[in-house]
C-alpha cells in the first residue's frame, strides 16, 4: 500500500479530489482496504488516488458522493479534475500545462492568464458574443484557479514574453488596469516566473500574428497551444514546434531583461494612477 503523502489541495483540482477522499476516509475512521471495500474497487485505485497518481472517473466520483452522503461534492470536484469550466478546445493543452517543467509563454494582445486579476479575466470573457453570466462565472473562476499551479512545490519554470501595446491597452478602468499592473510586477517574485516586455522599439513583427504557449516536459518542448478566432489549437507536430520556438527565441532576443522590463512596468502604471 503507497505510503501517505501530504496533499496540498490548493495545487490543483485533482489534489483537492485527493485531499476530500483522503478527509472523509479518515473522518469515518476507515482504511484505504475499508474504503475501497464500500466502493468495490481495488485498495490499489484508493492508494493511488490518494497519491494524485491516478485521476478518479465519474463513476468513482458519483459513488463516493452515495457513501458519504453528499449531495453532488465529488462529482463537482471531479468535473474541476477534467477542466470542465475551461473551454472545450482548451481541456487537452490544460492537461499538459499542469504536467509541465517548463512553460514559454508569448502575447501580443493581452496580459498572459496566469497573470491576470480576476476583474480583468472578466472583462475578456464578458465580451465574447452570446456567454451567459453563468458561464462567465465558471471561466473566470477556472481561470483563476489555473494560477495555483505557480505555487506549487514543484512549479514549472515560466517564461513570459509580452509586447509592451499590452500594457496601454485597456480592459476596464484606471484602478482595474493598475491593480493588473500590480499583479504582474508581483509576479516576479516567484523565482520561477521570468517576464520580459517586448518594446515599442524592437520593431519586431515576428508573433504579431498570434499568441502561443510552449509547454515543455522532460526537458523538451512537446506541445503548443496557439490563440486563434474563434477558438485555439493545441499542437503536438514536431516540426510545427520547433518553428514556434524558434519564434519564441527570436522575440526573446529582441525582449528587455527582466529588470528593465519591470522598470517599463512600474512607469506604466503610474500612467494607470
Not at 518553428?243 to 517599463?264: E, K, T
Request: charged letters at 25%; proline letters at 6%.
Amino acid at each position: 500500500m503507497p505510503n501517505p503523502i501530504d496533499i496540498n489541495p490548493e495545487e490543483s483540482p485533482l489534489a483537492r479530489f485527493a485531499y476530500e477522499v483522503r478527509t472523509q476516509r479518515l473522518a469515518i475512521g476507515w482504511t484505504q482496504l475499508q474504503l475501497a471495500r464500500k466502493l468495490t474497487v481495488s485498495v490499489s485505485a484508493i492508494g493511488m488516488l490518494e497519491t494524485l497518481r491516478r485521476r478518479p472517473d465519474r463513476r468513482f466520483a458519483d459513488a463516493c458522493d452515495r457513501l458519504f452522503k453528499l449531495d453532488g461534492v465529488f462529482h463537482e470536484l471531479w468535473k474541476q479534475t477534467r477542466w470542465e469550466m475551461a473551454p472545450e478546445h482548451f481541456r487537452d493543452f490544460m492537461e499538459l500545462e499542469a504536467q509541465a517543467s517548463a512553460l514559454r509563454i508569448w502575447d501580443p494582445l493581452l496580459i498572459p492568464g496566469l497573470f491576470q486579476i480576476e476583474p480583468y479575466a472578466r472583462r475578456i470573457f464578458e465580451d465574447e458574443p452570446g456567454i451567459t453570466a453563468e458561464l462567465v462565472d465558471q471561466r473566470v473562476a477556472h481561470r483563476i484557479q489555473r494560477q495555483a499551479l505557480l505555487g506549487r512545490e514543484r512549479a514549472p519554470l515560466v517564461w513570459s514574453l509580452i509586447d509592451e501595446g499590452v500594457l496601454h491597452r485597456p480592459m476596464g478602468d484606471k484602478g482595474l488596469m493598475h491593480e493588473q499592473m500590480v499583479r504582474l510586477r508581483e509576479a516576479v517574485k516567484n523565482p520561477r516566473v521570468t517576464i520580459q516586455i517586448v518594446p515599442y522599439s524592437a520593431w519586431s513583427a515576428v508573433g504579431l500574428q498570434a499568441s502561443f504557449t510552449i509547454a515543455e516536459l522532460r526537458g523538451s518542448p512537446h506541445s503548443v497551444y496557439v490563440e486563434s478566432a474563434p477558438r485555439g489549437i493545441t499542437i503536438g507536430d514536431r516540426e510545427t514546434i520547433t518553428a514556434l520556438v524558434g519564434r519564441f527565441d527570436a522575440l526573446r532576443s529582441a525582449a528587455f531583461p527582466q529588470a528593465l522590463s519591470l522598470g517599463i512596468v512600474e512607469e506604466v502604471m503610474t500612467q494607470w494612477t
